[in-house]
């Protein structure tokens, strides 16, 4: 079975960064995009960002523009979400994701999931 582990969350302070991990435990895969979704408690599913695999183009919600960064390491097959500009409204689960298919915003477009990990900004 596929699985992907995030690994990075912690408590920090505002203003502070932090650097996500996400990488496959089992076989390995590839995917066409790899997208970060973050859940606060009491709210929905959003999309934070995704980067194509192979050509490394990144797209952002508009909330962590400038302040988020996603990247690969094409050898340890892993991606990063480096965060920072931390605010608390940034708190929340934060899960990577995996897709094999076309570009899409939508959870719903990604057939792999991470256990996720918790982000805390302390104000």
């Known amino acids: 079975q596929v699985q992907l582990i995030e690994s990075g969350g912690g408590l920090v302070q505002t203003g502070g960064s932090l650097r996500l991990s996400c990488a496959p435990s089992?076989?390995?895969?590839?995917?066409?995009?790899m997208g970060w979704f973050r859940q606060a408690p009491g709210k929905e599913r959003e999309f934070v960002g995704s980067?194509?695999?192979?050509?490394?183009?990144?797209d952002y919600a508009d909330s962590v523009k400038g302040r988020f960064t996603i990247s690969r390491d094409n050898a340890k097959n892993t991606v990063y979400l480096q965060m920072s500009s931390l605010k608390p409204e940034d708190t929340a689960i934060y899960s990577c994701?995996?897709?094999?298919?076309?570009?899409?915003?939508?959870?719903?477009?990604?057939?792999?999931w991470g256990q996720g990990t918790q982000v805390t900004v302390s104000s």
């Open positions: 980067i194509n695999w192979n050509w490394s183009t990144t």
């Open positions: 994701a995996a897709r094999i298919g076309t570009y899409g915003r939508s959870p719903n477009l990604y057939q792999y």
């Open positions: 089992g076989r390995t895969f590839s995917a066409t995009f």
